[in-house]
């Protein structure tokens, strides 16, 4: 029977090896999350962080007045925000290169302050790394007390690199609620204390 | 000497067994690999039957067009836990019980390396599909978003979500441990002058899905788990009002999700390479090459997950690259299939029930493969996405691939775990009605897709009612079928009078016919002393 202890002992190490593949497995899954970060913004050059384009990237471009892009604006609202939403716009026709400004408008139609984020969208997803803000309300939580209505302006610039093929474009905007930030606003901003 | 020994414990084992006494010391607690792996295989039969009475109320849901007999939520959950329960309750632990079975009877060992790790990796089974099925029971009800678990979708539901995700985790604890005690067997247990390359195919395919298991199911956890915290704790990975990205999850989910296909479909290329050499009475043309080849289809799994996501907007280069490595697959792919042809080339061939399906498992599956790759050329995805071509395309591979390799390899086996021959007539009649049936079952689902049938939906335009009703009638017929092979392993096991010998097969070669049949229920406990000719690829020199 010592024939059968043996490679028992031995089993160990490979336990342990396997074992270790395992764990790292295991955090190989969630350094997916940096790494497809990196991947797409360094290696594949698209465009995941929302913030605004440089001034010097602004100033670099050069308005192409011989060609002009039309760009189509969308706003909704997810269906657990109260709130209403559109652009004042619905289309706007510019130069590549030019600095363009529209206004969108929200209302919170709700009696409690809320607090929403809008996550932006161009399409097609090809032209999405030519199209740089240089402000937009997506950049930041938006409060709006109970009632209360805000014009908010997005200024963009088409980059003149886009393809000539793609003569038109859509930017849409989802509000969602931002449901954390709510409820921290309702602590401070002196929600009613409970009862008591 | 040795050699000696071996004869006489062989004998010593065929008469005085061993085996724990009472039902619970021998079935609950047990630690004998050739147990457990009857348990795994009677579980995995319970699972296909249950996932089997699942796609039953799907047909019969599509065998009209508008809504006849479920609600859509509840169809819904029977197309994804019908999906959990075939991919991780029946396949998977079928080829684990095969595994436990045969891996140390193939190699010479005494028993698995970690057999009490064993005993838990089987047990966590029941844990995880009683959680998993439990869910059906629960207000909410169980998962509705596809197996894939796609969020924002699978995280609408009820709080089922929470279980279904601990049943994959549990489940996906016990494929790492079955995983881990197998590349310790294989490695640490060979009898000596069993090299690595004398083992049998299928334990060379076992090695290479165990290594795939552990480097992927850990990743599926992660995804699970960041799904759960989603959910329930406020992070937001996957969650887009947070700052996350949906997209993200697939990323991960099929990183898990494509080497996890060739999981399912690795150990069944072992099985067809040990049947159609004894049935040929040929050795395995290309036994290297097989080797290789299979290695190869597992590096390359982890390189072209995103062709199952080429329609989320992904740069062109990304849609060439996994376009360009996904048709790499079909290269050592082909190798083999070339080379069960080549074996059967010239060879003496019977057609006994095991070789039946091991055909028909290489003419399905290559049709399967086919359909692959066509969904894998990008342009052509973006019509073939997310309709009935894809349903068509999978369940070619996975139902005629590895459900047949398991039929396949339990007909194989069959007469060695019980001592006596299965019924070849019903046997027969088994393979024919389910070959057939399958056919009408799902080729018309090919034609569905290209018209632009979308899967996952209970209700469907007109234009598609006579190809559905065809597939309907095909999978009740399939459906049924399978009552034949629970009869045919039944009476084998039970009433059947015709006893096995040991080398059950005229042109079988490995060790394990060496041992009689019933293999007892210690073998090996000394070594086995090679001789020439004992092995299937003992000079693999040519």
Known sequence: ?196 | MAHAATHDHVAHDDHHDHKPQGFIARWCFSTNHKDIGTLYLIFSLLMFFIGGAMAMIIRAELFQPGMQLVEPDFFNEMTSVHALVMIFGAVMPAFVGLGNWMIPLMVGAPDMALPRMNNWSFWLLPVAFGLLLSTLFMPGGGPQGGWTLYPPLSLQGGNGIAFSILAIHVAGISSIMGAINIIATILNMRAPGMDLLKMPVFVWTWLITAFLLIAVMPVLAGAVTMLLTDKYFGTSFFNAAGGGDPVMFQHIFWFFGHPEVYIMILPAFGIVSEIIPTFARKPLFGYQAMVYATASIAFLSFIVWAHHMFTVGMPLGGELFFMYATMLIAIPTGVKVFNWVSTMWEGSMTFETPMLFAIGFVILFTIGGFSGVMLAIVPADFQYHDTYFVVAHFHYVLVTGAVFSIMAATYYWLPKWTGHMYSERWGKIHFWSSVISVNVLFFPQHFLGLAGMPRRIPDYNVAFADFNMISSIGGFWFGLSQLIFLGVVVHCAFFSKVKAPARVWEGAKGLEWEVPSPAPHHTFSVPPVLKPGMLAHDDVSH
């Not at chain 1, 490979?14 to 969630?30: D, E, N, P, Y």
């Not at chain 1, 038109?168 to 401070?188: C, G, I």
Request: hydrophobic share 45%; glycine share 6%; proline share 7%.
């Open chain 1, 1 to 196: 029977m010592n024939t059968v202890a043996a490679p028992t002992r031995n089993a160990r190490g490979v336990v342990r090896i396997t074992l270790i593949v395992s764990a790292c497995a295991f955090l190989f899954g969630f350094a997916m999350i940096p790494l497809y970060r990196i991947a797409c913004e360094q290696v594949l050059g698209i465009k995941l962080e929302d913030g605004p384009v440089t001034g010097r990237a602004v100033a670099a471009a050069s308005v192409d007045t011989s060609r002009s892009v039309r760009i189509q604006f969308l706003a909704s609202v997810n269906s657990k925000l109260p709130w209403t939403f559109a652009p004042e716009v619905t289309r706007i026709d510019v130069h590549p290169g030019e600095l363009t400004e529209v206004w969108f408008d929200a209302a919170n139609t709700s009696d409690a302050a809320i607090v929403g984020n809008a996550v932006p969208s161009v399409a097609p997803n090809t032209a999405s790394a030519f199209f740089n803000k240089t402000e937009c309300f997506c950049f930041t939580e938006q409060l709006l007390a109970a009632g209360e209505a805000r014009r908010m302006p997005v200024r963009f610039i088409v980059d003149p690199a886009l393809p000539r093929d793609v003569t038109e474009l859509t930017l849409s905007y989802t509000f969602y609620e931002n449901t954390d930030a709510t409820r921290r606003v309702a602590e401070t901003v002196g929600a009613p204390p409970h009862a008591g």
